[in-house]
Structure formats: C-alpha cells, structure tokens
C-alpha cells in the first residue's frame, strides 16, 4: 500500500512563503540590534503579503512556521529568545485575524503591518516582563520598543505595498 | 484625501498636540540642580533661586576648589599629603601652610574628644586592609593577624604629633596620615564657603551622601533622605533649614566581601579591624567642622560606647543603625526625625 | 495607497505614543545608584561611587558589570544578541540595560522626587 501525502496547493504556497520568510528572518538575525527585541522584521512583509493575497490562514501558518523553523535553524529552539519570538507571532497573528473581521474596505497592508507590529512587541514586551524580569524598570523600555514598533510596521507596511502591486502587475502582464 | 478623513486627521492631530503641549505645562521651580563628578566622588549641587550666571560661576568655583582639596588631601596618590607623611615618618620637621594646620589641628582636637576613636593616624592600617586603591578586589584576603597586632602595637595617634609654630613633627614613625571623612566634611564646608561668596544663600551641597545645606527651599524647609543602610529605599526623612549639615557613615559603602563575611573601610584603631556593631552612624549638627570624625567615630564605637562619644563630642542629634536594625537615637533627633519605612524600626531613645 | 482605516490607526499610534514616553521615561535626574536585579535571586543596589567589577550569575552563565566614574555597564554576557553589553555605559537615573536570555536587569536609580537630596 502506498502511503501518498497529497499536498495541496495551499501547501505549496505556505511551503515557498515559509521558506521566503525564513530566509529573511535568518540575513536579519545576523545583524546587530541596539536594544533587545529590536529588528526590522522584514519577514513579516511576506506575512501580510500571505495575509492580502492568500487569507489569514496561509498567513497564520508562515508566521507560526517561520518562528519555528527559523529557531530551529538558528540554534534558537526552546530558548528564551524561542519564547518571545512565539508569543510575537501569536499575538500578531490574533492581531491581524480580528482586524482582518473590519467590515467595508478595512486595513490595507500599512493598517495589517502595524498593527501586527504593535502586538507583536507589545507581546514580546510583556512576555520578558512576566516571565523574564517581572521589575518596574523594564517599562523604561517600553516606549522605545512601541515606537520602533510603528516605526518598522509602518516601513514593511508600505515595502508590502510595493511587493503587492508588484505582484498584481505581473498577474495582469501574464494574462 | 477624502473630505470625512481629513476631519479624522485634524481632529487626532489635535488630540496629539494636546498631548504633547500637556507636557510643557509643568510649572518650572526655580531650582537649579547640578552632579558632578569630583572630589572622588559623585558631588551634587542644588541652588535655590539663584540667577543663573551666579548659578555658574558658583558651580564652577566649587568644582575648582573641590578640586584642589581633593589633590591636597589624598591619603594615597602622590601629594602633599603623601609627602608630609613621607616625611613626618623619617622624624623630620615639616613646614605647614596655615590651612593645612587648620585640618590638623581641626583633626588633633576632634579625635581627642572622640577618645581616639575617630584617629586620622592609622593611615598605615588602612592601607594595610587595601582600602589605599580605588578597588579593593573580592577574592584578595583580610591581612594576618599577626600583621594587624603588629600595627595595633605601635598606636598611632594624634597625640604624636606636636606642633612649633607652623612646624609639625611626629614622635611615632608607625604615624601615617588619612583624613577620611574628615576631609569630606572639611571640603563640603569650603565649598559652601564658595557659594556663599558668590551671593548664594539657599543651597545643599552633597558630597557622595553627606551633605550640608543652607537657607531654606523657598518657603519651605530642606527635605533630606537618610538612606536604609541595607536597601535602596529611604529608612528615615528629616527637614533642615538655615545652615545644617547632615554626615553619616556606614559599611556599605567602601568594603569587600571574603568567606562570606563583610569587611568595611572604617577601622577601629584599638582592635585593627572594622568593628560589625552598627551598619550606620548619622550625625546632624549645625553650620560646619564636625561631621565626617563625628559619623566615623560612632561607627567604631557602635551600639556598645556610642553615648559616649555622643557626650565627649557634644553631639545633639546622633543616630546609629545597629547590625541587628534596631535604631538609637538621641531624644533631640528622635523629636525631629521621621521614619519612612513600614513597619518603622525598633528605636531606642538614649539620653546622652 | 492607505485605507481610512490604516490612516485611524497610524494616528491613533502617534497620538498615544508621546504618553507612553511622559509616563516611563520621567527624567529622574543625576544617577545614584544602581540596581542589580537577577531572576531567582534578590537585588543589589550599590552606589555609583568608586570603580568595581563583579560578576552576577545567570542561567545562561556569568555576566560581568563595572561600576566606573557614576556610571555602569555590561562588560560581558554569555548571551547570543550581546544587546546588553551594546547598550554601552548608563549615566542617567531611569537608563537601563537587560540580558533578557540570562535573566539579569541593570538599572541606574536617581533621586527620589519627594526628598532634595538624599544622606547616606
């Protein structure tokens, strides 16, 4: 008997997705960061891009598969860094799913980005809190981590915003 | 844009703008705060309603003579302490600067009213504990025994040291000077001085914790933290005004930790080791002179004898944090001082 | 290009964030001293005078911190990211540094507000 896993094509686009953000998250680990929790978070461009051209669910799956994967592949798995990177995507996955509910237009990709930014590090930020290192003067972080929070989601917002008309005008162009 | 965003947008923006012009509307005091550091120490300037060119020349004629005072007086770096010491140890006669023989005499009597236990003369024990470095590292042990009863045997004292005129001589070679707190004391006062000179009449200033503060703040009293000697927290506050200064000395401040047991930086000259009675001594008096041998002599002396070094240097208001954390203190700083903390401490009320 | 409601919500942001700032980033003032806090293990606080090194004990291993000239810092860390050794020296009160994988927070405390200077 032949055991075949049948893999859709939702399986491919989160495998590729995946593995693009992967690839991100890795070149931005190599770079040094000022302060604790603090990248770019480029990878989650490919987040929302999966976000507006696939739906939530393909979404859900490359953010949660980055970090694991990623983690893994960093040597990170299991770590304290593990554990705040996951409650990042978590929270901005939830993030994204109730925005995703806005009725009429709702978010475009700046909207999705920043918000899935500011729960990602919001998260972050009280998961080092309870579990890490439950002292007032951690709050002095705090508003620089928000604020470079808007400040990349913002950014990968609108790079998103370009990857997608990017996207769309090469779909057009291949009709 | 679109016409009903745009009103979205004025409106936050103007919920922005109230936000950030809320900030700016804290009244400013006119007090003017400064931290330097000089003196070997952290050394904080607070000037009441000063304008501000008085502010900075005062400031800076501070720091100068901080300055100075700090180079003159240093037990251990090469100077013109070193150099007496140097001198008076080989039995020879030394010429003194007026000031320099206002600090020893200042010393000479303070420490004979103390009984000694407050002895600016055992210069030579402290450097042998390492206190004589910036760092005394953790994993270096305390001396021999042998070598502190050596050192205790030869008693050096201030009463070795005998004055001609401007000329000083030392009777006992073993005699090494290093002023302490002392020349905390001595420099907070000249730096006041400085300030009064140049028109300022309401300011504190706190040399790395001990502090002398004239004039008032405005209409109020100056309000003063007296840190718990075991916590960052604040064990006690008490209010000064017209001319006060408030010194204490402790064991947290300069000591190392060997075999889990604490050695601190203020030595008893009669036992050659720092005495584990009190955790803190605080002295408040008025004006100038007394504080820094008055704080060290009641750490030394401890829970045990510290009445009567209050008696011999006729303090009025004393307190002393014992090891056990029960607090003494005397009747006219019990009437004045409050305590911050909750449950406040055990507090024993002698009357000198 | 931005939706009504990306616009909402980057406002909305830059509206409350200068809050976040007045709120945990008061200027305490002048430093004086320093706490040391370690998961598992109860604070230090030290004064800011005189020039020391020590070590604290982590999960991940030591971290070694100097005390120099009023101010404090990370030497080293066992940790991958090194953003607390990164975060170079602290001068000013309410500045800190933190080895999140090691557990360990330093932070520079100043004056407290309700007293004009502080005896110790």
């Given at each position: 008997?032949?055991?075949?896993v049948?893999?859709?094509?939702?399986d491919?686009r989160?495998?590729?997705?995946?593995?693009?953000?992967?690839t991100?998250?890795i070149?931005?680990?190599?770079?040094?960061s000022?302060?604790?929790?603090?990248?770019?978070?480029?990878a989650?461009?490919?987040?929302?891009?999966?976000?507006?051209q696939?739906?939530w669910?393909?979404?859900?799956?490359v953010?949660?598969?980055?970090v694991?994967i990623?983690s893994?592949?960093?040597?990170?798995?299991?770590?304290p860094?593990?554990?705040?990177s996951?409650?990042?995507?978590?929270?901005?996955?939830a993030?994204?799913?109730?925005?995703?509910?806005?009725p009429g237009?709702g978010?475009?990709?700046v909207g999705?980005?920043?918000?899935?930014?500011?729960a990602?590090?919001?998260?972050?930020?009280?998961?080092?809190?309870?579990?890490?290192?439950p002292?007032?003067?951690?709050f002095h972080?705090?508003?620089?981590?928000m604020?470079?929070?808007?400040?990349?989601?913002?950014?990968?917002?609108?790079?998103?915003?370009?990857?997608?008309?990017r996207?769309?005008?090469?779909?057009v162009?291949a009709? | 844009?679109?016409?009903?965003?745009?009103?979205?947008?004025?409106?936050?923006?103007?919920?922005?703008?109230?936000?950030?012009?809320?900030?700016?509307?804290?009244?400013?005091?006119?007090?003017?705060?400064?931290?330097i550091?000089?003196?070997?120490?952290l050394?904080?300037?607070?000037?009441w309603?000063a304008?501000?060119?008085?502010?900075?020349?005062?400031?800076?004629?501070v720091?100068h003579t901080?300055?100075?005072?700090?180079?003159?007086?240093?037990?251990?770096?090469p100077?013109?302490l070193?150099?007496?010491n140097?001198?008076?140890?080989?039995?020879?006669?030394?010429?003194?600067?007026?000031d320099?023989?206002?600090?020893?005499?200042?010393?000479?009597?303070?420490s004979?009213?103390s009984?000694?236990?407050?002895?600016?003369a055992i210069g030579?024990?402290?450097?042998?504990?390492?206190?004589?470095?910036?760092?005394?590292?953790?994993?270096?042990?305390p001396?021999?025994?042998?070598?502190?009863?050596?050192?205790?045997a030869?008693r050096?004292?201030?009463?070795d040291?005998?004055?001609?005129?401007?000329?000083?001589?030392?009777a006992?070679?073993?005699?090494q000077?290093?002023?302490?707190a002392?020349?905390?004391?001595?420099?907070v006062?000249?730096?006041i001085?400085?300030?009064?000179?140049?028109?300022?009449?309401n300011?504190?200033?706190?040399?790395?914790?001990?502090?002398?503060?004239?004039?008032?703040?405005?209409?109020?009293?100056?309000?003063i933290?007296?840190?718990?000697?075991?916590?960052?927290g604040?064990?006690a506050s008490v209010e000064?005004?017209c001319?006060?200064?408030?010194?204490?000395?402790?064991d947290?401040?300069?000591?190392f930790?060997y075999?889990?047991k604490r050695?601190h930086?203020?030595?008893?000259?009669?036992?050659?080791?720092?005495p584990?009675g009190?955790?803190?001594?605080?002295?408040?008096?008025?004006?100038g002179?007394?504080?820094?041998?008055?704080s060290?002599a009641l750490?030394?002396?401890?829970?045990k004898?510290?009445?009567?070094v209050v008696?011999?240097m006729?303090?009025?208001q004393?307190?002393?944090v014992?090891?056990?954390r029960k607090?003494?203190?005397?009747?006219?700083?019990a009437?004045?001082?409050?305590?911050e903390?909750?449950?406040?401490?055990?507090v024993?009320?002698?009357?000198? | 290009?931005?939706t009504?409601?990306?616009?909402i919500?980057?406002?909305l942001?830059?509206?409350?964030?200068?809050?976040?700032?007045m709120?945990?980033?008061?200027?305490?003032g002048?430093?004086?001293?320093?706490?040391?806090?370690a998961?598992?293990?109860?604070?230090?606080?030290l004064p800011?005078?005189?020039?020391?090194r020590f070590?604290?004990?982590g999960?991940?291993?030591?971290?070694?911190?100097e005390?120099?000239?009023?101010?404090?810092?990370?030497?080293?860390?066992p940790?991958?990211?090194?953003?607390?050794?990164?975060?170079?020296?602290?001068?000013?009160?309410g500045?800190?540094?933190?080895?999140?994988?090691?557990g360990?927070?330093?932070?520079v405390?100043g004056?407290?507000?309700?007293?004009?200077?502080?005896?110790?």
């Amino acid at each position: 008997m032949n055991l075949t896993v049948a893999t859709t094509r939702q399986d491919h686009r989160i495998a590729w997705l995946t593995a693009l953000a992967i690839t991100i998250h890795i070149a931005e680990s190599a770079l040094p960061s000022p302060l604790p929790g603090i990248k770019p978070g480029l990878a989650n461009v490919v987040t929302i891009v999966a976000l507006i051209q696939y739906g939530w669910g393909t979404a859900a799956w490359v953010a949660l598969l980055r970090v694991l994967i990623g983690s893994l592949l960093i040597g990170t798995f299991l770590s304290p860094t593990f554990l705040l990177s996951l409650a990042g995507a978590l929270a901005s996955i939830a993030a994204l799913r109730i925005a995703s509910w806005l009725p009429g237009r709702g978010f475009g990709p700046v909207g999705y980005s920043l918000l899935a930014a500011l729960a990602h590090m919001a998260a972050q930020f009280f998961t080092a809190y309870w579990v890490f290192i439950p002292h007032a003067g951690l709050f002095h972080l705090l508003p620089v981590l928000m604020t470079a929070a808007l400040i990349f989601g913002v950014t990968s917002g609108m790079i998103t915003q370009l990857a997608l008309q990017r996207l769309r005008a090469a779909e057009v162009s291949a009709l | 844009m679109l016409p009903p965003v745009s009103r979205k947008i004025a409106c936050m923006a103007a919920l922005a703008c109230s936000v950030f012009l809320g900030a700016c509307g804290r009244d400013p005091q006119p007090i003017h705060q400064e931290q330097i550091l000089v003196f070997g120490t952290l050394v904080d300037i607070t000037l009441w309603d000063a304008d501000k060119t008085k502010a900075q020349q005062a400031t800076a004629a501070v720091i100068h003579t901080l300055n100075e005072l700090h180079h003159r007086w240093h037990a251990w770096e090469p100077g013109p302490l070193t150099e007496i010491n140097a001198r008076l140890a080989r039995g020879e006669t030394v010429r003194l600067a007026p000031d320099q023989i206002e600090v020893i005499r200042g010393a000479q009597e303070l420490s004979r009213k103390s009984g000694d236990l407050f002895n600016p003369a055992i210069g030579g024990l402290i450097a042998l504990w390492g206190f004589h470095a910036d760092d005394r590292p953790s994993n270096v042990p305390p001396p021999a025994p042998g070598e502190i009863q050596k050192w205790v045997a030869r008693r050096p004292t201030m009463d070795d040291l005998h004055f001609d005129g401007d000329k000083l001589r030392s009777a006992n070679p073993a005699l090494q000077l290093d002023f302490g707190a002392y020349v905390k004391s001595y420099g907070v006062d000249r730096a006041i001085d400085e300030l009064r000179r140049h028109g300022v009449s309401n300011a504190i200033i706190n040399a790395g914790g001990d502090l002398r503060a004239i004039g008032r703040k405005g209409d109020h009293p100056w309000r003063i933290g007296i840190r718990d000697p075991r916590g960052p927290g604040i064990l006690a506050s008490v209010e000064i005004q017209c001319d006060e200064s408030v010194f204490t000395s402790g064991d947290y401040e300069r000591f190392f930790m060997y075999q889990g047991k604490r050695y601190h930086h203020i030595i008893d000259p009669r036992s050659g080791y720092p005495p584990d009675g009190a955790m803190s001594a605080t002295v408040i008096y008025p004006g100038g002179g007394v504080g820094g041998g008055a704080s060290t002599a009641l750490m030394v002396a401890g829970p045990k004898d510290w009445l009567a070094v209050v008696r011999g240097m006729h303090l009025q208001q004393a307190m002393l944090v014992a090891a056990d954390r029960k607090v003494y203190l005397t009747p006219a700083l019990a009437a004045r001082i409050h305590f911050e903390v909750d449950p406040p401490p055990a507090v024993i009320i002698a009357q000198p | 290009m931005m939706t009504r409601a990306d616009w909402i919500v980057l406002i909305l942001t830059v509206a409350l964030l200068p809050s976040l700032y007045m709120r945990y980033w008061g200027d305490e003032g002048p430093a004086t001293s320093v706490r040391i806090s370690a998961s598992g293990q109860p604070d230090i606080t030290l004064p800011l005078t005189g020039n020391r090194r020590f070590t604290v004990h982590g999960p991940l291993g030591d971290s070694v911190i100097e005390i120099r000239d009023g101010r404090v810092r990370f030497v080293s860390s066992p940790c991958r990211g090194q953003q607390c050794v990164h975060s170079g020296w602290l001068a000013r009160a309410g500045e800190l540094a933190a080895c999140l994988p090691n557990g360990i927070m330093v932070s520079v405390l100043g004056r407290d507000r309700r007293y004009d200077s502080i005896n110790f």
